[in-house]
């Protein structure tokens, strides 16, 4: 039978003594032929985990593939061509994190005119609500199949400008633009309730509302923070009063 050292300081003493315990001979002479279970040694035991290296660092799988055949699958996976150089613009810049979002998600993403298509159902009813309220405000009867009707005709220009703002978003020009046209249109909006007649309100508001609540949506939270901003220092400073 092979002999166990029992050495204070391994972890594996009280494993080993306890298949003592287990496997140990009867006192009793009852059976005297019965066979002897050989204990296995405490180097033999291997212990759970990954394997080490000579410096105590961990050794997994894939530091067995040597390093030439790892680029060799980065190069196929082709994820090295999402960071590579813009070859378009000539400045030799690197591809935009916003491009390689996009470029991710291109074949998951709905087709832009069915995404402008909801926006558009969405934008329509909200023209339609500010034409009633502005409408109602001023004590205007107006039946239900007029303000259909009015939706109906702004349909097709909310439509325009939702599809151009949604395929060209991700320019910085376009993103210019949208920032100053929400600016324009909540400012105007603004000098329209203090200083135009009640025509003018009506006629004009509810484009203007739709127009300013759906690039604030769209753009991000910086330029729209922005633009609430500049709308609201118009509303305090209001530069077109009349001076009394």
Known sequence: MVSISEDEHD??????????ELTSEPRSTGNPTAPKLEY????????????????????????EIPDNEKMRLI?????MNKYAKDKNNGTG???????????????????????????????????????ALVNQQYNVEVGFMEVLE???KSAPAIYCIVFLTCRYRRMRVVNLLMLMASCASGCYFIHLNLHSPRLGIMR????????????????????SIISAIVVGLFWMLDPFKADI
């Open 11 to 20: 972890d594996n003493v009280p494993l080993i003594k306890s298949l003592k």
């Open 40 to 63: 296995p040694s405490a180097s033999r035991i291997v212990r759970a985990g990954p394997n080490l290296d000579a410096d105590g660092k961990p050794r997994y799988l894939i530091d």
């Open 75 to 79: 190069r196929e996976s082709g994820i």
């Open 93 to 131: 810049s690197d591809v935009e994190e916003e491009d390689i979002l996009q470029y991710e998600d291109e074949e998951e993403r709905i087709p832009t005119w069915m995404d402008a298509l909801i926006y558009t159902v969405a934008l329509t009813a909200v023209y339609g609500l500010f034409e």
């Open 150 to 152: 009015r939706m109906a």
């Open 204 to 223: 004009r508001a509810p484009g203007l509302v739709t127009l300013w609540i759906y690039l604030t949506f769209l753009m991000d939270v910086r330029p």
